[in-house]
């Protein structure tokens, strides 16, 4: 089971799963409240929070936009 780190924005979340991460990204979107603002991208990592600012080469990034057209969100 692997533990990810994903922020986008003030989303800021701990995921424990056997998910792949993007697919642990499409549920912890879920999570979301009115208040919550978020970035362009999500960042999911293994090794702690990361942003656009300390993001690593190791640091799976994928576009907010896509999740959220995946998930319903958005058409």
């Given at each position: ?49 990361r942003d656009y600012v300390s993001a690593t080469p190791d640091t799976m ?15």
């Open positions: 089971m692997s533990k990810y780190y994903i922020q986008s924005g003030t989303l800021s979340l701990i995921y424990s799963t056997n998910q792949k991460p993007y697919d642990a990204c499409r549920t912890v979107i879920h999570e979301i409240n009115e208040y919550d603002e978020l970035d362009e991208f999500m960042y999911c990592d293994e090794r702690g929070m990034v994928f576009p907010t936009e896509d999740i959220l057209r995946k998930e319903g969100y958005i058409k």
